[in-house]
DNA sequence: CGCACTGATCGAACCGGTTCGACGATCATC
DNA sequence: GATGATCGTCGAACCGGTTCGATCAGTGCG
């Protein structure tokens, strides 16, 4: 391995300065500065991360936290998981991706041993464990999901609520008066997933104030209990004429399900959803929806964690954040 | 933070003598050892990764570079990943995820830097860029996917000849004689990626053996794509038969496509695939098909990366290893 | 009883960077 | 021509672990 050390002898000078040409904190001539850097080239120096860090208590390294439950749509997740790792690059930080089974003690074990300058965590619930241990580590965190107490954490996530009152309206102002919502499974409400209870009881509470009659009913995740229950739920309300669907593994099998009842969207049920325009396309869903924004979500992630990173708590006060949701119609409502 | 130093004084010991404690690298009496712990769970100490990277160089974390093209079906690589993550945690290795655009620029700077200890390569192209600066960084590396040179590599991958001869066999032994394959889309042939011809290959020569006619044609990973080609090529060879798709993209749009068509199976059409449980799983898909074993896959990758980990190359010649197909029968082909 | 050996511990050196304080040279200022 | 900045560079200390060699007490053996 080819040390400072080495660089240094090369060029003739000490190893200090050949830190100082690198980092650029204190001046160094053009001339010696070349010979640096002709050095560095010929003898291919790449600065030792363990030894940087500790040196600097710094590693260039974001944790990335998240866990793939059996009640949840695993290539949702996904989504999210590839912005951030392209935007944690492009601002220099790679990322340790963490699945752990036990996220408390794995965010602890990250953290103390200073693994990481901060961290990302996925799939927020609202009692969260990992909640403790991120305030005890003294690392900036950015959390995905909202919470119950958020004091002294940034989150991001999507305005769940207003999307629900958005769906509705859309469907009432079309003179809709009927509505089907497939939420969530339950264990994600136990899991204490707070979106999924945010867009329900938005719509809910939206409903009755315009007058509808809104069914919710819980989805599933899994085959074949997802085709099941989406039929057991179309049988049970004939008369509905529209649907909202805020479930990944729901909607991804609704368009056979529609097919094979020989239900015409949306000629005989408006259908909307929500989910992001890739999800869509790689499912071929054809439904008008929220779209969900897993790209910008994730980079407004990265970005948010890393000025923190830079600042050490410097850029304001901690703060939650929820993104405007946006309507694409893809023509499923009528 | 606390550091080795401060465990050292409250124990009333040095600090070689912690970390002999620790390791376990000299014997150390009893009644000290308890001293020593004590100490540490009281004040909470655990060792400084950059620290201990720096002085053994030895840093428990991998490297996984992994990529995701626009040609390929994301939620299938997913499969690979999870197990390999969980499999190092459980081996004491942490996974950096490595994404870049550039793979070969992104290994030698994580190579160099000493951010990790071994490498695992998902996707691997016929003459892939990456396999160069793998060899040159002197660490470990395995890969997933068969390259060109297999020289100096451990390689995993599953035995996709044969599972095309065991498909192509089943199919014969129930006395089809024409039968549709759809392979991977073009640009993965192109990309050298070479399973989709290895599988194409030996199904096309198997086919030949026992007098079968195959109509081999390029599938799609996109919509809209995927299912026009399909329809397309279902137009085309109205007399076939069977049918054996290996494309995930193409798997996951066909049930909505033979749906449409009024195609029955296997009463129309015996249909078969090469997908793992838990794809068919996710995406309902009812075929017998040749498990992919990803799960299998991660892990044995993981154990043979730590393996040559600790021995330092020691332990035995590197090889390739492909893994026997297995048929699972769902009952779609008749 | 003296010697070799083992077990438990310590101190110092080392891993490869960064950073602080000091120092000589250069240059403008009065 | 002395004074004080500024610039460019160096040496030493430091970050927090690990490991080598040495020391010392106790033990077994001839």
Redesign the pocket.
């Known amino acids: ?5 080495d ?2 002898r090369a060029a ?12 650029g ?9 070349q010979r640096i850097q002709e050095a560095i080239t010929r003898l291919g ?4 991360a ?3 860090a ?4 710094q590693t260039k390294v974001i944790g990335l936290m998240l866990r793939f439950h059996d009640d949840e749509f695993a290539p949702a997740m996904l989504q999210y998981v590839l912005p951030l790792s392209d935007t944690a690059r492009e601002m220099g930080y790679d990322v340790l991706m963490v699945t752990d089974a036990d996220g408390a003690e794995a965010l602890r074990r990250i953290t103390k041993s200073g693994k990481v300058d901060g961290l990302i965590l996925l799939d927020v619930a609202h009692n969260d464990p990992r909640l403790e241990p991120l305030r005890a580590a003294g690392k900036p965190g950015v959390l995905v999901g909202l919470p119950q107490d958020t004091d002294g954490l940034d989150i991001l996530d999507l305005d769940f609520a207003a999307a629900a009152r958005m769906l509705v309206d859309h469907l009432q102002g079309l003179g809709h008066r009927e509505i089907i919502l497939v939420t969530p499974p339950l264990e994600v409400f136990k899991r204490g997933i707070s979106y999924s209870w945010r867009f329900r009881d938005a719509a809910i509470e939206r409903a009755r104030e315009l007058g509808l009659v809104l069914h919710a009913h819980y989805g599933e995740s899994r085959q074949p209990a997802v085709g099941e229950t989406l039929n057991a739920v179309l049988d049970e309300h004939t008369s509905a004429t529209a649907m909202i669907v805020h479930n990944d593994g729901s909607v991804a099998a609704l368009p056979m399900v529609l097919h094979e009842r020989g239900v015409r969207v949306p000629e005989d049920l408006s259908v909307t959803s929500l989910y992001s325009q890739e999800f869509g396309r790689t499912f071929s869903l054809p439904y008008t929806a929220v779209e969900t924004s897993p790209r910008e979500l994730g980079r407004l992630a990265v970005r948010q964690l890393v000025d923190r990173i830079r600042d050490g708590d410097g850029p304001g006060p901690h703060r939650v954040r929820f993104l405007p949701p946006t309507l694409t119609d893809r023509g499923s409502t009528t």
Request: net charge positive; no cysteine; proline share 3%.
């Open positions: 391995m080819v040390t400072i050390g660089v240094a003739g000078v000490s190893r200090s300065t050949v830190s100082y040409a690198l980092s904190k204190r001046s160094i001539s053009d001339e010696t500065r120096f790449t600065p030792h363990g030894a940087q500790l040196a600097t208590a």
